[in-house]
C-alpha cells in the first residue's frame, strides 16, 4: 500500500454499531432522573393517601343502654358500630358484658376470651364467674383470670350521658393490670 492510500484509509469516518454515546447519555440520564423522580412522587402520593387509608373511628361513642338497666349482675348488650377502612365501609355488631362493681361503679367488659379469642358467656356453669367454652378460661364478674387465661378480659371505654350508657374502644382491663 503506498502512502496516499494509507492516508485515505485513516481519515475515513468510523462506523460504530449500536448507540452513539449521545444517545448512551441520554438513556442513562433519562432513567436515572425518572428513578428520582419517582423516589420523590411516591411519597408525597402516599403521604395525601394515607389519611384515606386510615380507620376514623378511633375514639368514638356509641350508645347502647339506659343506665337505669344496670345491674350488680352482667348483662349482655349488643350495639352495632361504624367503621370506614379506607374505601371499606361496614356496620360490624359488638358485644358487651356490663354490669356494676362493688363500689356501684358501671364497667363493660369485652367477651373475647384472652386465652386464643373464643366468646366468654357470664354464669354458664352456675357459679357466678365468666367462662370460656373452648379450653375452660373463668373469670370473676370483674373480669379477672382465674385460669387458662393469661390475662383479664378487656373493658369497653364507658361512659353515662343524660342516663345514657355510651361505650368506645376497648382497652385493657383498668382493675387489675
Ligand atoms: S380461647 Fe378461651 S379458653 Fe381458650
Not at 37 to 58: H, N, S, W, Y
Not at 61 to 73: H, L
Not at 77 to 93: A, L, R, T
Not at 143 to 166: M, R, T
Request: proline residues 6%; charged residues 20%.
Amino acid at each position: 500500500m503506498s502512502n496516499h492510500e494509507h492516508q485515505e484509509t485513516a481519515h475515513r469516518p468510523v462506523k460504530r454499531n449500536g448507540m452513539s454515546r449521545r444517545q448512551f447519555l441520554s438513556y442513562t440520564l433519562g432513567g436515572a432522573g425518572a428513578f428520582m423522580g419517582a423516589g420523590m412522587i411516591l411519597p408525597m402520593v402516599r403521604f395525601a393517601v394515607d389519611p384515606i387509608l386510615q380507620k376514623k373511628e378511633t375514639g368514638t361513642f356509641v350508645k347502647v343502654v339506659e343506665a337505669s338497666k344496670i345491674t350488680n349482675e352482667p348483662q349482655e348488650f349488643k350495639f352495632k358500630i361504624h367503621q370506614v377502612d379506607g374505601w371499606y365501609i361496614s356496620d360490624p355488631e359488638l358485644t358487651a358484658w356490663i354490669s356494676k362493681d362493688s363500689q356501684g361503679k358501671m364497667f363493660a367488659l369485652s367477651p373475647v376470651c384472652k386465652h386464643l379469642g373464643c366468646t366468654i358467656g357470664w354464669n354458664t356453669e352456675k357459679n357466678n364467674q365468666y367462662v370460656c367454652p373452648c379450653h375452660g378460661a373463668h373469670y370473676t364478674q370483674e373480669g379477672k383470670n382465674l385460669v387458662v387465661a393469661p390475662k383479664p378480659l378487656d373493658e369497653y371505654e364507658l361512659k353515662v350521658e343524660n342516663e345514657w350508657i355510651y361505650l368506645g374502644p376497648v382497652m385493657p382491663n383498668t382493675r387489675f393490670k
